[in-house]
């Protein structure tokens, strides 16, 4: 009587089927992947030189300011903490583009979220290179013997234009290089997880 009544639950209750993925639309999913993964790979190394070669020239130039020297090669140096941390948190999806599972709609849902989640960190990461940019045009504006030389209106109307242009053009390629590198890769996989529904 009791086993009967069991049975009866079971059949009443409504399984939801996990939809599987076509093979074909794994291999859709692949390549995307592999660039996004390539592309994570190819921009923490060329940014590890970059400092690396960034540091190197400024402690082996001889400046004639050496205040210039230090004030740069600080400023540098917590650029590279503040790079460290955004790719401690790209590293993070790396580590799971390896190990994402392509056979369920679910894993992929969770993927495209992982996605958006990382564009996210990738608009912070610019937003937080903002006072860097300010700092680097005070020491331009500081040490360049031209424009150490404005004052007044001259000045404050310069150096707003400069850092202006400079927060502009730190924000148009921030979202090319996001779009070049990554964006239409995830675009690719979106429109098949889009498909799967």
Known sequence: MEI???KDLWNQENIIKVPEISLEQQREIHLPLERIRRNMRVEFWSTVVMFFLIIAFMILKDMYFFKFKVYVITLVSSMMLVTAFYFFKFFSL?????????????????????????????????????????????????????????????????????????????????????QRYYGKYIEKISKVIVDLK
């Open 94 to 178: 790396y580590k799971n583009l390896t190990t994402v599972d392509l056979n369920t709609a679910e894993s992929l849902r969770e993927l495209a979220f992982q996605f958006k989640l990382n564009e996210q960190y990738y608009s912070s990461f610019y937003i937080a290179f903002v006072p860097f940019v300010v700092c680097e045009m005070l020491l331009i504006f500081e040490y360049v013997p031209r424009l150490s030389e404005m004052i007044g209106v001259q000045f404050v109307l310069f150096f707003l234009t400069c850092c202006s242009a400079m927060l502009v053009l730190l924000f148009l390629f921030g979202k090319w290089w996001f």
């Open 4 to 6: 009967d009544h069991l």
